[in-house]
């Protein structure tokens, strides 16, 4: 899911750099908050459903 966001990042990076050609710190502004932010959001995300998957399928003993 993390490459799912890299290519995202990218396909935009492409498409703003073609279309309004910025200054590259201008791209460093704009896409490194931004692809930081989303990682973070994701490993959130993806951490929530892993802990979800294991109560689900009880894959860590509570009788210890």
Known sequence: ??????AIV??????VEFR???PWWLHVLIWG???FGGAVLMLRL???LLIAQQ???R???LDD
């Open 33 to 35: 908050p931004l692809t």
């Open 55 to 57: 109560y689900t399928h």
């Open 59 to 61: 894959s860590t003993s």
């Open 20 to 22: 309004f050609e910025p």
């Open 46 to 48: 993806l951490k929530a």
């Open 10 to 15: 990218m396909l935009l990076v492409f498409w």
């Open 1 to 6: 899911m993390i490459l799912g966001l890299g």
